[in-house]
């Protein structure tokens, strides 16, 4: 293990019961990742904790590997417990949803469907307390039923989560208006178009019940929320103030990764290196880093248009293309062989966290994506935003509005988290977007100051003494208080 337990006295470990906390991450990639990033974190700060992730069969090799490392010298290393992947319409190999790979189910059937298997094994092992990823909302009336502390973990910034709920307590109709201003939280106003809100949180269409789900939230022992003070800190407050019993901010959970695991190329993947070693060949800060996370993606004719802009743009590139994008119809002629000497396309996986890491980065195009905000931001790299759905737009808010780390890489014409609705961006629009955001000392160099200020605000807030850390404390003591009480409250 890389660090001492520096949370507990030699005699407060020689009294310790062993506490058997399970952790239930949702079967998305971007929930399975900081879960897994959290694991490691307790483990190494709290190892007599005895931790059990709880996952379908088709995510142990990639939990696995994620964990190795901690596991390696861990007194009790992290278990896995399976559970059947729910019926939604996959494929047999395919155990995480996207929006791209057809489940016949909506997120939230997803996850009501995956009650049964985790309920049984919850009412077979018994667990000492509960921390369940905030889409399964429904563990808490199991936990509050068993008797044990339910935590909700989110993968969620403070402030998305305050917007959502604010949302969905107006009852936007679709149609009526045209833009909706967020009422009662701190910090500037926020004003959005209802074409880029989730439509989850539009009343025609509420298939995730974002009010039972904070009704959860609100009643569970606490949530954890990957986030941190330093980056969101008027949200921070406001969120513990109104939205929980007790909140924990303990991000960026990916610095953790990067201090306790040892091998962040590895990272969610198979450790692909060949784009490290181009990017070593490339200046310092010349390098525009292109991804958009792994829910999301884009129909042929917007690839082909990215790939035109990122040529256009006559800027250095490292440009992941998602699998599933791989039938090679966007690829514009003679592309490639244009583009060789400044562009490296990534097929698949990437390993994020190394590269946002690599010295030659200078931006990152993406879709707001909370875990790439952060660890974005705890590189202290500017960002170039093009949200695509979900809660993305909402980040977006956050980040080029309040903070000021980002910015919109397109104003002009019709966004929209609906695929029928938006508009293509086209390749003029992407090269001009990315030249002047490269420009150094141009007009976005605030920008770029602000995202290199940050970077060491979001990592210290890791580091011992640090606020995330502080509340990773204030978590295991108030949960190891309520388990030795067995109170669920
Ligand atoms: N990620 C990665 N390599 C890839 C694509 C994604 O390591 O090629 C990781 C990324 O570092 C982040 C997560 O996957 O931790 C994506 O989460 P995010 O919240 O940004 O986006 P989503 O997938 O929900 O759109």
């Known amino acids: 293990m890389a660090s001492s337990n520096n949370f507990l006295t030699n005699s407060d470990k020689v009294n310790m019961k062993k506490w058997r906390v399970f952790l239930i991450p949702y079967f998305a990639r971007s929930h399975l990742i900081p879960m897994a990033d959290f694991a490691g974190l307790l ?110 973990f989110s993968p969620l910034s403070s402030f998305s989560m305050l917007v959502l709920n604010c949302f969905q307590k107006m009852r936007v109709r679709p149609g009526l208006l045209d833009h909706v201003t ?8 926020i004003r959005m178009p209802v074409l880029e809100l989730p439509p989850f949180v539009l009343e025609e269409n509420n298939a995730l019940n974002v009010e039972s789900l904070y009704k959860a939230v609100l009643d569970a022992f606490g949530i954890v929320v990957n986030t941190c003070r330093g980056v969101e800190l008027q949200y921070c407050n406001e969120f513990e103030k109104t939205e929980a019993r007790r ?34 060949t490339k200046e310092e800060r010349s390098v525009i880093f292109v991804s958009f996370g792994t829910q999301c993606y884009f129909k042929s004719a917007q690839l082909h248009e990215l790939a035109m802009g990122l040529e256009g743009s006559r800027q250095n590139f490292l440009w992941v293309v998602r699998d599933s994008d791989q039938s090679d119809e966007w690829i514009p002629e003679g592309w490639e062989e244009r583009i060789a000497d400044r562009g490296f ?42 949200p695509l759905a979900y809660e993305q737009f909402i980040n977006e808010k956050l980040v080029v509005d309040v903070i000021g780390c980002a910015a919109r890489l397109w104003e002009g014409g019709k966004r929209s988290t609906r695929e029928t609705e938006k ?27 602000k995202a290199q200020e940050l970077g060491p605000v979001a990592r210290s807030a890791m580091a011992d003494g640090g606020s995330s850390m502080s509340d990773l404390s204030r978590l295991i003591s108030d949960l190891i208080t309520a388990m030795e009480n067995k109170t669920c409250q």
């Not at 964990?67 to 995480?96: M, R, W």
């Not at 190329?265 to 450790?271: D, L, Y």
């Open 43 to 152: 483990l190494a700060k709290h190892p007599d904790i005895e931790l059990t992730m709880v996952i379908t069969p088709g995510n142990t090799k990639f939990i696995t590997s994620s964990l190795d490392k901690s596991n390696d010298s861990a007194q009790h290393p992290v278990q896995i417990l399976t559970y059947p992947f729910p019926s939604i319409g996959l494929k047999p190999d395919v155990e995480t949803v996207r929006m791209d790979n057809s489940a016949e189910s909506s997120d939230i059937e997803a996850s009501h469907m995956a009650r049964p298997g985790l309920e049984q094994v919850l009412q077979q092992h018994k667990p000492d307390a509960v921390i369940a990823d905030v889409t399964f909302s429904w563990i808490a009336a199991i936990a509050a039923d068993f008797k044990i502390p339910c935590l909700f």
């Open 182 to 189: 967020v009422l009662g939280l701190p910090g500037p106003e």
């Open 247 to 280: 909140a924990y901010f303990v991000g960026p959970v990916s610095v953790s990764y990067t201090m306790y695991h040892g091998n962040i190329i590895e990272r969610g993947g198979e450790g692909e290196t060949s784009c490290l070693r181009w990017l070593d």
């Open 345 to 386: 396309v990534v097929r698949g996986w990437a390993p994020q966290l190394a590269i946002l890491a690599h010295a030659a980065i200078g931006a990152f195009v993406m879709q707001c994506g909370w875990n790439s905000i952060l660890e974005a931001t705890a590189a202290g790299v500017p960002m170039l935003t093009w």
């Open 423 to 449: 508009e293509l961006v086209p390749r003029t629009v992407i090269a001009h977007a990315l030249s002047r955001f490269m420009e150094p000392e141009g007009e976005f160099s605030s920008v770029h100051r």
